[in-house]
């Protein structure tokens, strides 16, 4: 995924899937591989800072996926 520094997105419901979010008791939970170049709330939204590559994974139960996010200025 490509973004611009300052952007803003909602990544886990379009990777997980909100429906499958919602009939769940697990909790999602996500994380940066650089959260100077991207940070990423529970909740699954990204915000790209600076310039570079970080990696967000997100884990639902036992399901996950990883987002490869590329931060231009």
Not at 11 to 24: F, L, M, S
């Amino acid at each position: 995924m490509n973004l611009f520094a300052g952007e803003v997105v909602e990544t886990i419901p379009q990777t997980i899937g909100r429906e499958d979010a919602a009939k769940t008791a697990f909790t999602v939970s996500a994380k940066s591989t650089d959260k100077k170049v991207a940070s990423v709330s529970n909740i699954g939204k990204v915000t790209a800072k600076k310039a570079g590559t970080a990696v967000i994974t997100a884990k639902l139960g036992t399901v996950s996926t990883k987002i490869q996010i590329k931060v231009t200025k």
